[in-house]
């Protein structure tokens, strides 16, 4: 393979080299910033196309909570432009750098590709939620539009979601349109430390069907993690009534606060090598599988989204054997970071929703060539 | 004259409806299948009450496996399937054809799990969106789309038609609170997708069913997000003498860092509607917006505050809090019976195109043009808040022609929508009333790709055909022999 990665100036030029390569076989690993791939070998003939030459926002409409940008622009230039309007994308786009060890600029391409969501999914949705319309290159060299820049739009298929963390194996994003909202003004940790995990969930279950609209429900190192967020008046004043309501905790503020819920967000707890899964589930069920992944594969687990997202940690935690602590548990794994020389691992799907899955593949990208590795996920 | 056309019916499929009753009959229960032609009449069409067909038979399962059982008999006849919630349906996304089997879900109307730690319900889709949060607002929680028909319409068709409602700024649509479904597919087989956690696993299929509108499958079960009840809620009026300046106001307020959880706008059309039908005291102006705030009552008055320093700052003729549950209740009043005090002075046609919210005065500036230009009146009552417009066009269904001018009119407002960077439909589905109007919003690959997802659900084109893709782009799909009339 080739280093050099291609490195199309614009939308039709990113299809002629589809096209081109659906003819020869070609397969193209797709890249914007590089900090979402799993470092692994890659065929001989395969080559790197790189999205950085589509880049740019192309309309920001802070009155309609709406944002167009090409898929490779940096996720910190749309989050200074979105800042300077104090919006914010709300569904905390993780940052995949500290888990996987990249380096380069995450870019809003591969955060839609991804589907990638952060502590805020648990109040306000997951990437999909917010994503309004597409466009992308499909595996044939097409040209594709889906959906709009409008919040409500039930006109056509929505292929959006489909490609949507799909990871670049039904199409290339070109252009993605978001939902975007005020930023909170102010926000707030409420911490309650010598919890288990058990208690930790039954303190989020008893949390989030409150009206007191938690932003974040984490648990790491025997401490529980509660999210306000808000404008001052709202901020203070749900702070009071979860204090009233769940007991004295330590209230963390400013940079602390922040700083812990990137942390969260990105996952900084697990970087490093070794093998890591994304287990998402009914936060209920979340105790015991913790539980399994410890007693049985020694797994460290850390908890998100009110115990509806377990990340587990280990030195070779064997697909096989990370399903068997799912039994009875309603919800999927992912191997988001194979340990060296093994490859990353899809959730399991039922039979037929798979064979619709691969025929839906067929269709996008009837030649194979977009992202081979995760489409055999 | 009605100038949507259908396929003509398949005359073999006809001649064989005694085989394919008899065949249904006697794999379902008892009074499951309809076939008198006196009672199939009464699933002729849906809303879009222009148009109608009965159906060859009607099929009501209770359970999904009997709606398995069904669609496999179909699907192994040869017979189209068009799956029916509660008709409710503005654009025909339920209209039978002569030669088709509706299958409905509107006996699976059990809810079948609460679970408040988890935060959802599980419901088979025939229950009716509004009895979701019955079931559940005793114990402080909340299923929050919720449309007009939200006391008729099922879930099966919010998902089908991904419905919105008012409270969407907020809250989002049917496919941000949809966690998992139950479907069967067009060859029968019952498949899962999503369930009671935050992610679909494998591709985002889930995704793909939300807003199909019956294109995919049929969903009999539904996993739904449920929310906690927020403290409080209280309603502002704001009336305007111009519509852009209240539309202005609207980007404003959006803009403040306020995100209320309605703003609805209404113009004068409607508002001497509402007024004569209801009393609620509405002012005589030329846009009134009414706009929700929730919370605790200092956050209320906090955000309500930030309302009235915008509002007061474009020189509103009228300013209203509301004081109470009594003087809210009265301001919701009038918008909640818009349509039906409309449908008191007129026959009327109701599009739902969507627009960028900043788009909204020129769209509105614009639709009024093209209303004079055809002679017929738009009233315009809408969710401004997402820029999902709803114009009524006014016209006498009594006046031979006045109906294809109200569609002429239609097809223009809707190429203004999207013109202006928004699409055809919000919330009320492409049914057969936009789907010639899809060249407009896409281009020929656009349009094919999606009728390859379609294909590889429903190779055979068996669900809901004739639907949302246009005739001439489906036709090849739907049947090489097929001819099409007017």
Redesign the interface.
């Known amino acids: 393979m080739t280093d050099m990665a291609t490195r199309p100036g614009d939308e039709a030029e990113l299809a002629v080299t589809i096209r081109d390569a659906a003819a020869s076989g070609t397969p193209l690993f797709i890249r914007g910033g590089g900090t979402r791939t799993v470092a692994a070998p890659i065929p001989d003939n395969a080559r790197h196309v790189s999205l950085a030459g589509l880049s740019g926002i192309r309309i920001y409409?802070?009155?309609?909570?709406?944002l167009v940008a090409a898929a490779g622009t940096p996720m910190h230039e749309i989050d200074a432009l979105l800042a300077s309007?104090?919006q914010s994308l709300p569904f905390e786009p993780m940052d995949h750098r500290a888990i996987l060890g990249t380096n380069g600029a995450p870019t809003i391409g591969g955060a839609v590709a991804t589907?990638a969501?952060g502590p805020r999914?648990?109040a306000a949705?997951?990437c999909?939620?917010h994503l309004l319309g597409v466009r992308f290159v499909?595996g044939s060299g097409?040209?594709?539009?889906?959906g709009?820049?409008?919040?409500?739009?039930?006109?056509?298929?929505?292929?959006g979601?489909?490609l949507?963390?799909?990871g670049g194996t039904?199409g290339v994003l070109t252009e993605v349109a978001l939902k975007v909202?005020?930023?909170p003004?102010l926000g707030t940790t409420l911490s309650y430390p010598d919890r288990d995990r058990s208690a930790a969930v039954t303190l989020f279950?008893d949390a989030?069907?409150?009206?007191f609209e938690i932003s974040g429900a984490a648990w790491r190192d025997g401490t529980a993690h509660l999210r306000i967020e808000?404008?001052d008046?709202?901020v203070a004043?749900r702070r009071e009534r979860l204090l009233a309501r769940f007991g004295a905790a330590e209230v963390i503020e400013g940079a602390a606060h922040a700083d812990l819920w990137r942390g969260f967000r990105d996952v900084t707890h697990f970087a490093g090598p070794g093998d890591l899964w994304r287990i998402?589930?009914?936060?209920?069920d979340a105790p015991a599988i913790c539980a399994a992944l410890r007693d049985r594969l020694g797994a460290a687990t850390s908890l998100d989204?009110g115990g509806?997202?377990i990340w587990a940690a280990g030195p070779d935690l064997a697909p096989s054997a990370v399903q068997n602590c799912l039994t009875g548990a309603?919800?999927?794994a992912r191997r988001l970071r194979p340990p060296a020389g093994a490859a990353p691992v899809?959730?399991?799907?039922?039979p037929?929703?798979?064979a619709?899955?691969r025929?839906?593949k067929d269709?996008?990208d009837p030649a194979h060539i977009l992202n081979p590795r995760l489409a055999a996920m | 004259m009605s100038s949507i056309a259908m396929p003509l019916p398949d005359a073999g499929l006809l001649a064989a409806k005694d085989r394919i009753v008899r065949a249904l009959t006697e794999a379902l229960p008892p009074e499951t299948v309809i076939f008198d032609p006196a009672e199939t009449r009464a699933y002729e069409c849906d809303a879009l009450t222009a148009y109608r067909c009965p159906p060859l038979a009607v099929v009501l399962p209770r359970s999904t496996e009997e709606v398995a059982t069904a669609m496999r008999l179909c699907h192994a006849a040869g017979v189209k399937v068009v799956p029916r919630g509660a008709g409710t349906s503005l654009a025909g996304g339920a209209l039978p054809t002569a030669d088709s089997v509706i299958i409905g879900v509107a006996r699976l109307n059990r809810i079948l799990e609460t679970d408040?730690?988890?935060?959802f319900v599980r419901v088979e889709t025939g229950v009716t969106n509004l009895s979701v949060t019955g079931a559940i607002v005793a114990d402080?929680?909340f299923y929050a789309p919720d449309p007009s028909s939200q006391l008729a319409c099922t879930i099966a068709g919010n998902i089908a038609?991904?419905s919105?409602g008012a409270h969407?700024?907020r809250y989002?649509?049917t496919?941000?609170n949809l966690l998992g479904v139950r479907m069967v597919?067009a060859d029968g087989?019952i498949?899962?997708?999503g369930?009671?956690?935050?992610?679909p696993?494998?591709?985002?299929?889930?995704?793909?069913v939300?807003?199909?509108?019956g294109?995919l499958g049929i969903v009999t079960e539904a996993t739904l997000r449920i929310l906690?009840?927020?403290?409080g809620a209280r309603p502002v009026l704001i009336g305007f003498d111009n519509a852009e300046v209240a539309g202005e106001c609207?980007?404003?307020i959006?803009?403040?860092?306020?995100?209320p959880v309605a703003i609805e706008y209404m113009d004068r059309i409607c508002i001497e509607a509402v007024e004569a039908f209801t009393h609620a005291g509405y002012p005589m102006c030329e846009a009134l917006l009414i706009v929700e705030v929730e919370?605790?009552e200092?956050?209320i008055a906090?955000q309500l505050a930030t309302v009235e320093q915008i509002a007061r700052g474009l020189d509103p003729v009228e300013f209203r809090l509301s004081r109470g549950a009594e003087e809210a209740a009265l301001i919701w009043k009038g918008r909640k019976s818009a349509f039906g005090a409309m449908g008191q002075i007129n026959d009327y046609m109701c599009l739902d195109g969507?627009?960028?919210?900043?788009a909204l005065p020129a769209t509105l500036r614009r639709i009024g043009e093209l209303s004079k230009a055809h002679g017929l009146d738009v009233a315009n009552v809408f969710?401004a808040g997402?820029?999902?417009m709803h114009p009524l066009i006014l016209y006498d269904a009594n006046t031979p022609g006045d109906q294809d001018r109200a569609e002429v009119l239609g097809a223009e407002i809707l190429r203004v929508c999207v013109e202006a960077?928004?699409?055809?439909?919000?919330?009320?589905?492409?049914g057969i009333e936009?789907r010639e109007l899809?060249h407009e919003?896409?281009?020929a690959?656009?349009?094919e790709?999606?009728m390859?997802?379609?294909?590889?659900?429903d190779p055979g084109w068996l669900l809901n055909p004739a639907k949302?893709f246009p005739l001439d782009a489906s036709a090849p799909r739907r049947d090489p022999k097929a001819g099409e009339r007017a």
């Open positions: 409409d802070p009155g309609a909570l709406t309007e104090n589907n969501s999914r648990v949705g997951a999909r939620d499909d097409q040209i594709i539009r889906s709009g820049r409008v919040m409500k739009n039930v006109t056509g298929l929505d292929l979601k489909l949507c963390g799909a039904l909202l005020p930023a003004r279950c989030l069907r409150t009206p808000g404008s008046t709202q004043y998402v589930a009914r936060p209920t989204w509806g997202l309603k919800g999927h899809a959730e399991t799907t039922a037929r929703v798979a619709v899955s025929a839906l269709r996008f | 408040f730690d988890n935060r402080g929680f038609n991904n919105g969407c700024l989002g649509v496919a941000n597919m087989e498949v899962e997708l369930g009671p956690y935050l992610e696993e494998g591709l985002d299929l889930l995704g793909l939300c807003g199909s509108e294109q906690p009840s927020p403290e609207v980007a404003r959006i803009r403040s860092g306020v995100l919370g605790a200092a956050e906090e969507t627009v960028p919210v900043s969710h997402d820029g999902n960077g928004g699409c055809l439909t919000g919330e009320h589905g492409v936009k899809m919003q896409f281009a690959a656009d349009l790709i999606q390859q997802v379609k294909d590889v659900f949302v």
